[in-house]
T-cell receptor, first 111, second 112 residues
Framework: GQSLEQPSEVTAVEGAIVQINCTYQTSGFYGLSWYQQHDGGAPTFLSYNALDGLEETGRFSSFLSRSDSYGYLLLQELQMKDSASYFCAVRGGGGYNKLIFGAGTRLAVHP | DADVTQTPRNRITKTGKRIMLECSQTKGHDRMYWYRQDPGLGLRLIYYSFDVKDINKGEISDGYSVSRQAQAKFSLSLESAIPNQTALYFC???????????FGQGTRLTVV
């Protein structure tokens, strides 16, 4: 089966940098994704890593280490609008290659 | 128009009733998913389908069934709703590479 672990809550101040970690266990692994969800909204895609290393998209970066079954999402220059829940998701599960999500990390950004 | 549309957006139903949640997409994707979201538990996979003839159970399929009527339509049914099925339900689609999923706006279901 698959399981993902990420912190339940993170708090930071505007302008700061925050890192949200994700460790995973899966039978078959193709990649790690990150999604953002604001209260009352739908999850929206942020990034995807299939290979080891850092992927940067504006203020957000995502890192993957396949050997450590570990990844993180890095948010820089935090803004109030970044207050949301962030989910890591594994693309895995053997041949069926399905998407399994973690429980999510709630990020609160304070002035 | 939204790429992934769920109906209804909100529904209150009584215990024991049958209810269907519908999802349609205009992305042209083959892969469609139904997830359930409960506070603190993230998104849990109920069923997924990789084409019209391919339906698979997810982590929590008990009490649910699905139908893939066409490439663009994937419906979720609760044959006899129970209160612990009260949750927010999301439909999602992705292409064959499965690198990015697109979600509907969700259906908030309350079983009383």
């Amino acid at each position: 089966g698959q399981s993902l672990e990420q912190p339940s809550e993170v708090t930071a101040v505007e302008g700061a940098i925050v890192q949200i970690n994700c460790t995973y266990q899966t039978s078959g692994f193709y990649g790690l994704s990150w999604y953002q969800q604001h209260d009352g909204g739908a999850p929206t895609f942020l990034s995807y890593n299939a290979l080891d290393g850092l992927e940067e998209t504006g203020r957000f970066s995502s890192f993957l280490s396949r050997s450590d079954s570990y990844g993180y999402l890095l948010l820089q220059e935090l803004q109030m609008k970044d207050s949301a829940s962030y989910f890591c998701a594994v693309r895995g599960g053997g041949g069926y290659n399905k998407l399994i999500f973690g429980a999510g990390t709630r990020l609160a950004v304070h002035p | 128009d939204a790429d992934v549309t769920q109906t209804p957006r909100n529904r209150i139903t009584k215990t024991g009733k049958r209810i269907m949640l519908e999802c349609s997409q205009t992305k042209g994707h083959d892969r469609m998913y139904w997830y359930r979201q409960d506070p603190g538990l993230g998104l849990r996979l109920i069923y997924y389908s990789f084409d019209v003839k391919d339906i698979n159970k997810g982590e929590i399929s008990d009490g649910y069934s699905v139908s893939r009527q066409a490439q663009a339509k994937f419906s979720l049914s609760l044959e006899s709703a129970i209160p612990n099925q009260t949750a927010l339900y999301f439909c999602a689609t992705s292409d064959i590479m499965n690198t990015e999923a697109f979600f509907g706006q969700g259906t908030r279901l309350t079983v009383v």
